[in-house]
């Protein structure tokens, strides 16, 4: 079976996080999970478990199994251009687009700053979704759902099947590209099916909301009609700071 990593011996994460901790800074650390042959079936150890650098640039998690590996229903090529080029796209437009937000903000200045931002959600998106989707998948035979997971389907969508069909349905629907999602929605306490059409449209799947601000029309015209920027810059004085770092040690929990 065809590798897609150079690493071969059959490290835990944790050796290999320690492992690669030593190994010098400006190396992404592989943190994600490798590929160890043999292994049935590679599972991730956390929701977020992604490479990052000493810089906090993101790395391309590796492949968790061979290029080859779901054949004979995804090719080998076809996993390879994917995981290899497009991943590694999305990857390297994220990079560019945080140094870009980063360089802005010392200037105190922010050009083009709807471009970058689309440019941010496009590949954040596609970054987030792309480690989702690999590692969702194993080779044919490898795994089955549990009964606890059979369960927790059930209890969200009345079967395994029934959620199934819906998913199906959902992600045959997009119109063009996109994504058929599973998703735990924090608010609701619930599992939910989401069809994302354009993975683009300025935001980054997984991310928690901790401070929002409404700019819709209907949240400041009745008092400053067309001034949406008077709205913003008064709306920072009615902030609940203590609210926003409530949520930001709540979220930066979740691992
Ligand atoms: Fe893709």
Redesign the pocket.
Known sequence: MESSTSHSSPLSRRQFVGAAGLAGMGMFAANSMQAAEGSPAPTSTGLFDVPRNSKGEYGLPPLPYAYDALEPHIDAETMRL?HDI??EGYRTGLNKAIAKMTEFRQKGEFPEISYWENQLAFNGAGYNL?TV?FENMAPAGTTEPSAAVDKILADAFGSRKAFQEQFSAASKAVQGSGWGILGYQPFGKRLVILQAEKHQNLTQWAVIPILALDVWEHAYYLKYQNKRGDYITNWWKVVNWDNVEQRLEAAMKVT
Request: charged share 0%; glycine share 0%.
């Open positions: 994917h497009h991943f792309h989707f």
